[in-house]
């Protein structure tokens, strides 16, 4: 089916879910209860046009859900801390900042160890290698590496793995959508763990957009590359968003093999849901999404498409029922040609062969005594002419009469 368009993330003890400006977050709470929160989030698109235009996009997007997702998460938070939520405790404003300010505090803090961590370590490497191209490439395998360890480390931690199983659930929900199937327990915990629109596959794709780019962008002093892989974070982030963004809606062979290390990144943040977290997932989807409309909809479009194959398949059908009716004739007139003669023609072969076989016949009964061979050699006759072999006939029929 066609993309629904709703993306998520996954927090602690529950699931947020967001479809264009509006956006859920369910949450299993310490009394096995799920209290969902729904709300709105307008994108920057909304109101400057220049973050409508591809790679500027992306770049809003990257923000956007750096903010919506620590509001998120501050969310969960507090249900863990406290067992329930007060949303009175703080003002629109005094949440904003302070999910501003996290934000900020997130994105320096990967920045330094994903960025210019491995970058440093080019660095030393420098003074013993003197290929530019060899220290570019290092930096690229470092920065997947530390980024694989870092995953592999928090995934060790508790809370970390059951949100990954969340993460599990939130991924197992949007593509049971998206294949058209009715949005249960049963069909979701049939789904795969893996999706295109990951945010685990937009970092990967991150490292690797960096990694070409700087490939081409080479200065010699040093803190320039500092401040060149500082600067360019929201242009990478952009054209990473777009390939994320086409392989989503693609199903392209080309696109999908670029898609297979995103795939095996999400082996690691997505783990195996339990049918509690399922439930949160789906409870968050059905927040801001009309799934059955949706699958309605694209149902129309795929019976639509059915017509046309048939049409199509009828049109075929036509000319093979044309060739096999001009092959039924060509079968017809060649048994014809070859079939078995009529009643007039057999009497006429019969009489033929009676003229033969019946004075072959009289001869042996007539001389049943001995074997005819032996009688032949002894006693010779001469040889019947057509008129005797007809007297013949016409007696032993009068004999047979008597």
């Known amino acids: 089916m066609k993309s629904s368009g709703i993306g998520g993330q996954a927090v602690l003890e529950g699931v947020m879910m967001k479809n ?26 909304e109101r400057v046009p220049l973050f409508r235009v591809p790679v500027f996009r992306g ?85 997947i590496v530390v980024f694989v360890a870092y995953v592999l480390l928090i995934s060790r931690m508790n809370d ?38 990951c945010g685990t596959s937009f970092m990967l794709i991150v490292m690797l957009v960096s990694f070409l780019l700087f490939m081409f962008i080479r200065v010699e002093t040093v803190w320039l590359r500092y401040v060149l892989r500082i600067v360019l974070i929201p242009f990478i982030a952009g054209i990473s968003y777009e390939f994320i963004r086409l392989a989503g809606n693609s199903d392209n062979k080309v696109v999908a093999v670029l898609s297979k290390p995103g795939f095996w990144m999400q082996g690691l943040t997505t783990k195996e849901p ?83 076989f019946v004075y072959e016949g009289n001869k042996t009964v007539m001389e049943m005594g001995e074997p005819t061979s032996k009688k032949s050699e002894e006693n010779p006759e001469p040889a019947a002419s057509p008129e005797s072999s007809d007297t013949q006939i016409a007696a032993s029929k009068e004999n047979a009469e008597g």
């Open 20 to 45: 264009k400006s509006k956006y859920a977050v369910a949450v299993r709470t310490p009394n096995n209860q799920i209290e969902v929160k729904t709300d709105e989030f307008h994108s920057m698109g």
């Open 59 to 143: 770049m809003a997007a990257f923000a956007e859900s750096l903010v919506l997702g620590i509001r998120s998460l501050n969310y969960s938070s507090d249900f863990a801390m406290e067992g329930e939520k007060d949303d009175k405790e703080a003002s629109k404003t005094q949440e904003t900042l302070m999910d501003i300010g996290v934000v900020v505090f997130s994105v320096m803090l990967a920045v330094a160890i994903f960025i210019l961590f491995p970058l440093f370590i080019s660095n030393l490497l420098g003074k013993v290698i003197d290929s530019e191209t060899v220290l570019l490439i290092l930096e690229g395998v470092l920065r």
């Open 160 to 197: 970390i793995k059951r949100v990954f199983m969340y993460h599990g659930a939130e991924h197992k929900c949007i593509n049971c959508v998206e294949n058209g199937e009715e949005l249960t327990v049963a069909n979701v915990r049939r789904q795969s763990r893996c999706h295109k629109r």
């Open 274 to 356: 339990d049918d509690s977290m399922i439930e949160v997932a789906i409870a968050s989807v059905e927040a801001v999404f009309d799934w059955n409309a949706y699958q309605e909809k694209e149902g129309i479009a795929k019976r639509q498409n059915n017509k046309k194959n048939k049409k199509n398949s009828s049109g075929h059908g036509r000319k093979e029922q044309k060739e096999q009716s001009a092959k039924s004739v060509i079968t017809t007139e060649l048994k014809n040609d070859f079939s078995a003669p009529s009643d007039e023609e057999e009497d006429d072969i019969l009489r033929a062969l009676d003229k033969f």
